[in-house]
């Protein structure tokens, strides 16, 4: 970027085109008060705290911009007091307890640097506030009418929540419904308390009024967040060992200072009463507290006994996206060295195998293309099956932000998702019949020449086989399958064929189907034919993976059939790789994918299974085959925070740490390793799951080594020259680094396939797979498709935001349903209704609004005691075994 040079109070400093005066002032390390300034959002002016001389005259530094040979004074007595003044008047309509003893907040800090003291607060007061919200609550008093909160919420978070009522001095912060703030369209991501000056708006509780900019930097730890899988960076500020606030730090590389109400406010679960503190044993059929040996000695038993039943394949384990890339490590070591099986998965087989098998088919590898700062600089998005909005806020806000700057945007989603509204094209395909809207796309760049033919010719291989197939995918044909008119069809293809630097976003709603590969590689034809991966003309095809480290587990080799870095383990040199650094023997047959695990428990095949950190009897499709298959377990052990459903079930229970009680690494959607650090220690005698897979080993007779997770990743780097680059010390060094990330002296690749694809030939694959309709359709009997997904203040099953105050948020669990649909089966809004499948039954509360179209029905799946996974079907993709959630022919009925 061009730079440009300015004077600050005779010292040269140069700053990037574009950059304010306050910009400058501050890269020159002079401190400027700039109460209605937030870099991280567009200057206002307001204030006038920021005054300098320039040139002359008095301007306000944060809306001037810096120009070549500026002259800037800030240290005149002319403009020192000029800004004493403006912050006098300011101050004096506040009430004295704005600034009282230790008030946080950068009012505070700015008065007691210009020794402004409480006197010079005269205002009366008595506005009063707002604290019907839960974690955001609204002192008026301490209003300055900045509108730093109204431009966060609009800018950077894009909800548009806020608003500023009054006139003159009693201007004032207000929810733009004007009804009480927790009425209000607020989603708490917790921009505003962040931004606000003056503990106007704040969080509750002892962490009142402090912001990310302003906390003691010692009493902070840098950690990574444990929702969902955007990796936000987060400090987490804590006292005698409780945590009291979660605070998104500015230089996060996904988040940049932003959160969301998971990451920020959930973390009341801690503290739960309901929080397993002490191992607990089945005895006589009731689960009772033990100690940790017995608890060992048990397992170990048990496993042991197992083995010598039923040989090693008789033993399974349910590794966790929870948990760190170290515990993932141990695991499956553990599996594969002290058991002798491959018999490992984790829940990815649920959600991103598809991508994982579709990109590694197209491209090589398993994870996204681009790095998302990439994706956020495109000019066109493609977001197909995601609700970012909600299910990775931080994300949906970025996309938002770039949509609101100018880009296009074209959403493929049956409902009106979030993005939706700000679409330029919004696509609703009937569920299921994605492989088809993508060949209707392709289909129409390559009738209209929207294709890039020399990167197809250097690149890539398969077009005459695609070109073939997409004959017969014509606009009208894509219409009578999917349901979209086919003018938005050759719409959102023109959109995409003739943008810059597109980008393709997607979510479950492309894996979870009966063809969810087909329609991951069908989704990357779109990027191959445009020459929009590997290439500076787009930004690839990226997955927005669902858990916290659901990437990393896959990477761990937490797979059946693939050791850390995605080797085969019927490869034998891969094999051989392994057995040098583990000092032990790999079994080279592949094991079983989870629900191969449920179902040779129900042939009496399995005689132990141990679940990590998942409630697969809550959350994994068609349930009451899943109990079934628990119950016919003669060993189950599960590591957990909670008596899940499938603890509450478990021969044996050990108490666990959560993301805020551990030590490791997670790695977030685009491929960035972060650290994961202790804030606070877990409570009773909960241990994190890398002990416990390590005291197991140890019950066993066998040292897994690995003393410490930096020793875990370490090992994983001798053995995946992927990986060989990184370690803990390098990530507390740098922060974040992406993979492959080969050398400990280079960075990793954040953008890959630059030079060749990772594929055997090193070129693109495209794919020729036709389109088949889903496993389940609606007919007579089940009329509407339910399809499930997640609600922005909870997450998966909710075991820990329903244990906090996002319960208050989002208490009930909701179907929501197309007004046409309610009327036709006699259902009213806001009543108890009946769903019903062809595989189970759950009761939810009907909520009527269009966001849903006609014949669809939508629910999440937060609230395990709905019963909705006793709905969804066994169905699988026929590639990756990742279930058809997303499409479950259902009735509805009034209860
Ligand atoms: Fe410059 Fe407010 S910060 S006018």
Known sequence: MNGVTVEVDGTGVAVPEGSSLLTAVRAAGVELPALCSDDRLSP???????????????????????????????????????????????????????????????????????????EAARGAGGRGGDESHPYVHLDRDLCIACGRCVRMCSEVQGTFALTLVGRGGDTVVAPGTGGPWAESDCVACGGCVDTCPTGAISQPGPARGLTSAFHPQEARTRTTCGYCGVGCALDVIAHDGEVTAVLPARDGPVNRGHACVKGRFSHGFRTSPERLTRPLLRRDGVLEPVGWDEALAHVARGLRAAVDAGGPDSVAAISSARATNEENYLVQKFMRVVVGTNNVDNCSRLCHSPSAAGLTASFGLSGGTDSFDDVARSDCLLVVGANPVEAHPVVGARLLERVLHGAGLIVADPRAVGLALHADVHLRPRPGTNVALFHGLAHVLLAEGLTDEAFLRERATGLPELTEL???????????????????????????????????????????????????????????????????????????????????????????????????????????????????????????RIPDMFAAARAGDLRALWVIGEDVRATDPDTTRVAEALDACPLVVCNELFLSETARHADVVLPVASWLEKDGTFVNFDRRFQRVRPAVPPPGEARTDFDTVRAVAAAMGVDLRCPRPADALAECAALVPAFAGLSHGRLDREGAVPWPCPDPGRPGEAKLYTERFATPDGRAHLAAAPYLPPGERPDDAYPLVLVTGRRWAHYNSGSMTRRSGNLALDPVDLLDLHPDDAGRYGVRDGERVTVESRHGRARLVARVGDRTPPGQVFCSFHFPASGVNRLTSDVADTVTSCPEYKVTAVRVTPS
Do not use: F
């Open 44 to 118: 206002a002016g307001s204030c006038r705290t920021c005054l300098v001389r320039v040139g002359g005259r008095v301007a306000a530094a944060c809306v001037t911009p810096a120009s070549p040979g500026m002259r800037v004074d800030t240290v005149g007595e002319e403009v020192a007091r000029l800004r004493r003044d403006a912050v006098e008047v300011i101050v004096s309509a506040l009430p004295p307890r704005a600034l009282a003893d230790g008030s946080p907040g950068e009012l505070a800090h700015v008065c007691r640097a210009m020794g402004i003291g409480p």
């Open 470 to 592: 997409l004959v017969d995918y014509t606009p009208d044909r894509v219409t009578d399958i999917t349901g979209v008119p086919a003018a938005d069809l050759v719409a959102a293809a023109r959109l995409y064929g003739r943008a810059e630097r597109p980008a393709i976003v997607y979510g479950l709603g492309v894996t979870e189907h009966l063809h969810g590969t087909d329609g991951v590689r069908s989704l990357a034809n779109l990027a191959i034919l445009r020459g929009a991966v590997g290439t500076d003309r787009g930004h690839g095809v990226n997955p927005l993976r669902g858990q916290n480290n659901v990437q990393g587990a896959s990477d761990m080799g937490a797979l059946p059939d693939l050791l850390p870095g995605y080797g085969k383990v019927a490869d034998p040199a891969v094999r051989a790789r392994a057995e040098a650094v583990w000092g032990g023997p790999v079994p080279a047959r592949p094991g079983l």
